[in-house]
């Protein structure tokens, strides 16, 4: 190629602007044809300067290729904008909104791809000049609605200010981020349920808190922070506690809290190692067992009271069934001895049988006691009981028996009426009297009697013993006998209603047990309260009477009579003593062993009077009466017992019996009730 097809080539590959005032001369010699004007050096240079505009130009599409390529390839929309008026964007930002790259360019796109809620903050900020991140809510072309991350800086384009932003869509960011704290919240208020207090700690320092702080230790969360844990742990605890806070794993253990106070709160433990900020953080949860111990200690005192309960009721069956057998045999013993002093007898002979009978007869108010005890209940014998009238017939029949050291105080509210059997309820009164009299122990000292209408029972009587008092409804009669005695210590107390258990140096220690058993039967409850050195106070609480005291009336001789009489009773001994009693006063008797044999005697035989035990095998009393009421007969039936072990009167239909007779009896009250049977 000549050096005229060169010039021209490199002509071609320059530009007018770059080739200046030269590159016109050279066009202008070339029109004319003047090659003569060119050197060898010109020409060289001209070709040195096409070659690098070539490389430069090459350059340049490689560099607008990349930028093309960063801008469509970002993860982010850029914008130029200067007050708003966007000058230039990338694709991304134009994909983000969905609209064209052309329809972003303007003063429209702020106004109608920002929130009108958020479009006030947005100018405030490109006024203030304000660089930095924040987020704001954009509208897309479709109407929808997205979170922007937006970052912006001040720049300038030349000399014009401008303000370049980066935008990126962070509603899922966002959305994760709130799916996140919800999680967070829902764990955290899991575990402040779970928990009375939630403690971060590292290396044994308290560095935040969480839940119902000041409840708990009594402290303020900022008096808490920055404090080692030991600082309010029990020092007996300080041991355990540092041994679990060197364990990595998860444990749980018991502790105890010191409160501002400086009373100690049992807590339980769970604790786990975890991080917070990347930074390995101790994480415990606190539960206050104050509440699950009470509940623990009341568990096991109803678990005692349970079993105390039960081992007395033991007693009282045992007592029960032996004063059963007993009485049986005193039947016998007393039956006849009294028959032998209706005799002709030798004087040294009348006072053996005296001595007998005598023997007998405290043997009788022994196993009464023991009945008592077990809590048999007097049949038909109950009546309203006026404590004020009879707590003061009370202080004159215990003048001697009582210690002449003790002052007696009484003190009776008015309405204090009780229904009842007149001699039991006397005789729980008297032991308790005299029991408080013992306990003062020969020393100077009062005792104190009060009564008064309660609506219900105190907290006291949530573990005394008796009837169970959420049976039966109030009011109930409150009787409070106190001494300030020597006192008991808890083992003396919990046994002092046993029967035969005592401390003293006289007595078989059936009082209390006897007085237990009264109160139970009359449907009340009994407790004691006391300590060595401060005395005793036995409560009562019994259901108290609206009835008024039936008027006294005299109870008219019945002259004795004959007739015949049906014994029934399991015990031979029995059956021939009380035919001896009867034959012997001019009736005429007929036996039987059982139930049965009695009503197969009953179909053929026509007799004035059924004598019939209530405890039997096969049939029993009052399955007997319930056959011959039901049958229609009317013949007088007395029950008699040696131990009832259960209310008669809910077995047995009112009227249905017309006399009951305890055993053992002696003649005068077995003709009494027989006669009284026949004649109504």
Not at 245 to 266: F, Q
Request: with cysteine; net charge negative; charged share 25%.
């Amino acid at each position: 190629m000549d050096a005229l097809a060169q010039l021209n080539e490199a002509l071609r590959a320059l530009t007018t602007a770059e080739a200046g005032h030269e590159l016109d001369a050279v066009r202008e010699a070339l029109a004319c044809h003047e090659p003569s004007m060119f050197t060898r050096e010109c020409g060289e240079a001209l070709l040195e300067l096409a070659r690098m505009r070539a490389a430069e130009r090459d350059a340049f599409l490689r560099a607008s290729e990349r930028a093309q390529m960063l801008s469509e390839a970002s993860f982010e929309g850029i914008m130029i904008h200067e007050n708003g008026s966007i000058i230039d964007a990338n694709q991304r930002l134009a994909d983000m909104l969905g609209y064209e790259p052309s329809e972003v360019l303007g003063e429209h796109t702020l106004p109608r791809c920002v929130a009108p809620e958020d479009q006030a903050f947005v100018l405030q900020r490109m006024r203030d000049r304000v660089e930095g991140e924040y987020v704001i809510t954009g509208i897309r072309k479709d109407g929808s609605r997205f979170r922007a991350e937006i970052l912006s800086k001040q720049g300038k384009l030349g000399v014009r200010p401008v303000r370049v932003a980066a935008v990126r869509d962070v509603t899922e960011r966002e959305r994760a981020a709130a799916q996140l704290k919800e999680s967070e919240t829902r764990l955290q208020e899991l575990a402040e349920a779970a928990f009375d207090l939630l403690g971060f700690s590292r290396q044994g320092v308290i560095v935040e808190l969480a839940g119902p702080v000041e409840a708990l230790t009594g402290y303020s969360k900022k008096a808490l922070l920055g404090r080692s844990v030991l600082d309010f742990v029990a020092p007996p605890e300080h041991e355990l506690t540092r041994r679990q806070m060197s364990t990595n794993g998860s444990v749980r253990y018991a502790s105890t809290v010191v409160r501002s106070t400086g009373e100690t709160v049992p807590v339980e433990i769970v604790a786990v190692l975890t991080t917070v900020d990347g930074i390995p953080t101790r994480l415990a949860g606190l539960r206050d067992l104050t509440e699950t111990h009470r509940m623990e200690q009341g568990r096991r005192e109803l678990e005692q009271q349970l079993e105390r309960s039960q081992r007395l009721d033991s007693l009282g069956v045992l007592a029960g069934g032996i004063a059963h057998d007993f009485n049986n045999l005193l039947v016998g013993i007393v039956g006849n001895a009294d028959l032998l002093l209706s005799g002709r007898l030798a004087e040294d002979q009348r006072e053996c049988v005296q001595g007998i009978l005598q023997a007998g007869n405290r043997a009788a108010t022994l196993t009464a006691q023991l009945l008592t005890y077990a809590g048999r209940r007097e049949f038909g014998q109950r009546e309203p009981i006026d404590l004020g009238e009879l707590l003061p017939e009370l202080r004159t029949l215990l003048g001697a028996a009582l210690s002449k050291k003790a002052a007696l105080e009484l003190s009776i509210a008015p309405g204090s009426a009780i229904s009842g059997n007149r001699a039991t309820i006397l005789q729980v009164l008297m032991n308790l009297l005299t029991n408080a009299s013992d306990a003062l122990a020969g020393a100077v000292g009062t005792i104190q009697v009060c009564t008064k209408r309660v609506a219900e029972p105190d907290a006291r009587f949530a573990q005394a013993l008796g009837a169970s008092l959420a049976d039966g409804a109030g009011p109930w009669i409150l009787i409070e006998v106190t001494d300030s005695g020597i006192g008991m210590d808890e083992a003396t107390k919990s046994r002092v209603f046993e029967p035969f258990f005592t401390t003293k140096s006289k007595g078989h220690g059936l009082g209390l047990a006897a007085t237990l058993g009264i109160v139970s039967s009359h449907g009340g409850a009994i407790s004691v309260q006391s300590a060595p050195g401060r005395g005793s106070t036995f409560a009562i609480l019994l259901p108290a009477s609206e009835e008024a005291k039936a008027p006294v009336t005299s109870v008219r001789a019945v002259a004795t009579r004959g007739g015949r009489v049906l014994i029934v009773d399991d015990e031979e001994l029995v059956r021939k003593q009380v035919r001896r009693m009867l034959e012997a006063h001019g009736y005429a008797v007929l036996e039987a062993r059982d139930g049965k044999s009695a009503l197969q005697l009953l179909e053929r035989e026509q007799v004035d009077l059924v004598f019939l035990d209530v405890t039997m095998p096969d049939l029993d009393g009052t399955e007997v009466v319930r056959t011959l009421r039901s049958r229609g007969s009317s013949v007088p039936i007395v029950l008699s017992s040696g131990y009832a072990d259960f209310e008669l009167d809910a077995r047995v239909d009112a009227g249905a019996i017309q006399g009951f007779l305890p055993k053992p009896f002696k003649i005068a009250d077995l003709l009494g009730c027989v006669e009284k049977a026949i004649l109504r």
